[in-house]
């Protein structure tokens, strides 16, 4: 029986409201808390329980969250462990998540959870907790779970929309958001769907969208009582994200002046909100302005990923905006923003030091992404066999960068089989595409499925006493004259970094030998495959399709190889490139154990500067393809085959 003050009580359904921003998502939650206890009380006991949780919120709505949640663990303390005290927990956790502290938070949801497993509340809410310190997969389950107890209640149904449209999936998010609408009650709630609606058009490049969403949301807001206001603040920094990524720095700053009227707010809202405060000066180049306030954002919220990513962004911004300098000094200072350093510039007429994230370059958000893909099924020398699906294997990892993975159409080159010249492979690395288009912050991939000569085959070397070299094998490359004709592995890796402006280059080889002797084998007399040792250079991540004494098998079972059917489905799954990795390398090496009583065991090479990133991040600042580059280059297959094709499963 739960006790307050000594007295056990009886509560039946009590409704506490939470105004303000609970999360990072924008949604306050109503919290419906009911305890089932079988023994009858007074009135006058029931009337003391309801009093505690009315002082609770009535502290919170004066902004006095630390008194509030001070007040619910003298409540708790009484009996910790008692199932009827679940709501306590759950109402404390969305306390301390208005603070910032999110882990606290996350241990009373957990909490509450384990003491009512049966409530969707405290899934929902422990979704939320995951989803601020960036677990996305974790939040979306918990999410799931609580959607599954309670599919009618809108406020769920827009928490999935918010986290699908932070891991790219803005067809689950679109449709969850226009669900949430249908299920509002209150007029007001429906300016976060708007809200939302903007910022998902605006990370889609739907840019002529934002501004009729983002009104519509202004206008409820403006139209909302007082109370409602206070309870809605947190739209205020959808709204004013979503006009930066029109690039509306006018619009943005007057919602921005619009939040800081509205008192009092939590601390995660003012995180937010500075955030964005933050992105805002950016835009204008103002790297000490941004510095101070993303300083100030991440101390409000330091756990929360959201806040730290904005900040880093609105620092690079800044310092392009802002000009250059040369970097003179670099050293870890306190009380920046966590994982960041300070880097002194030098200009002829001044010095400044400033606060930077890093130095990791996969820790910076990514600007835009672009990959060339190439796969040859059939050569021009007669003696090099054909290979059934590697020409299908490279169309269909194209289609899955563009449909899955947010790549826009014609930020992706598929050169297959007669297309995929030495010549024009070169030129697309190295010249005419890759170095045209690409920037520093940006994610570059290339992805090959070829035959891949062995270090013997290069005869030439082994007789001059040198080191042999590993070869690509393009669709007009002579086996008898593979210098000439192909690729050299070793050299193609120093290409790219010398020519490629961008730290984050992803290369896919799914590469074997030549004169496949087995019709399901992509290799031959010598089954070695490419040696990804000699292949990984600093800012680039290599994945090959087996280990060097392996073979690499195409399947029995569907129409493509092995390693590429398991390397899409992977990373469709896990989402980050290396999670993904480990989860194919087993799903990969069980098919071809099974189907070929034989071993297949991919194999990464990481000199990845900075964290893990996933394949399908949508595009931070998306560019349009330059139209002077793209004249100067011959039509690809997806230019010539626009239409997505579907993948077989």
Known sequence: ??????????????????????????????????????????????????????????????????????????????????????????????????????????????????????????????????????????????MNVAISKKPSEAKFVFQRAYVNSLINNYPQAMADLAKSASLRTFQYERAYDHAARAVVYGRNNEFAKIEPE????????????????????PIL?????????????????????????????????RSRLLAVTALWNGMQGKVAEVTMIGTQACALAPEYKWVKAICTTALDIAQQKS????????????????????????????????????????????DDKWALVVGISKFQDGSIGRLKYSAKDAKDFAEFLVAKCNFKRDHVRLLLDEQATQRRILEELGDKFLPRVADPNDLVVFYFSSHGSPAKADSSQVEKGYRPKNYLIAYDTSKTSLFASGIN????????????????????????????????????DDPRNIDPEQVAGTGQMVICSS????????????????????????????RKIKDAFTHMEDTVAREVKEDEAARQTPVMKDQWSGSDVSLLAQPFKPRAFPASVKEKLLPDSMTLSPAASSRPR
């Open 237 to 269: 920094s959808e709204c004013a994200l979503a006009r930066a990524l029109n690039n509306d720095i006018a619009g943005c700053k007057q919602i921005i002046d619009l939040a800081n009227s509205i008192t009092p707010i939590s601390n995660l809202t």
């Open 489 to 524: 592995v070793n050299d193609l890796t120093q290409l790219m970094k010398e020519r490629v402006p961008t730290d984050r280059i992803l290369i896919v080889l799914d590469a074997c030998h030549s004169g496949a002797a087995d019709a399901n084998a992509k290799d031959g």
């Open 1 to 142: 029986m739960p006790y307050i003050n000594g007295t056990p009580l009886k509560v039946e359904r009590l409704t506490m409201k939470l105004p303000k921003s609970i999360c990072s998502f924008a949604l306050a939650l109503t919290l419906l808390c009911q305890f089932a206890v079988p023994e009858p009380v007074n009135a006058q006991s029931q009337a003391q329980i309801q009093n505690v949780l009315k002082q609770a919120a009535d502290l919170e709505t004066q902004g006095m969250y630390q008194n509030a949640g001070d007040l619910l663990t003298s409540s708790i303390n009484y009996n910790p462990k008692n199932p009827n005290f679940w709501g306590l927990y759950l109402s404390r956790g969305l306390i301390w998540f208005q603070m910032g502290n999110i882990t606290a938070a996350g241990q009373d949801f957990e909490a509450a959870g384990t003491l009512n497993p049966n409530e969707g509340l405290c899934y929902m809410a422990r979704g939320m907790a995951f989803a601020a310190l960036g677990n996305y997969d974790r939040a979306l389950a918990d």
């Open 214 to 233: 983002v009104t519509a949301a202004l206008n409820i807001f403006n139209s909302s009582s007082p109370t409602e206001k206070a309870e809605a603040a």
């Open 547 to 574: 280990k060097s004494d392996e073979r690499s098998w195409e399947s029995k079972r569907y129409a493509n190889g092995v390693f590429t059917k398991h390397l899409m489905d992977a990373l469709m799954e896990k």
């Open 323 to 366: 000009g250059g300098g040369t970097m003179v000094a670099q050293q870890p200072v306190q009380n920046n923003y966590p994982g960041t350093t300070t880097t002194t510039t030098q200009t002829p007429t001044k010095t400044t030091t400033v606060v930077t994230q890093g130095p990791k370059a996969g820790d910076k958000p990514i």
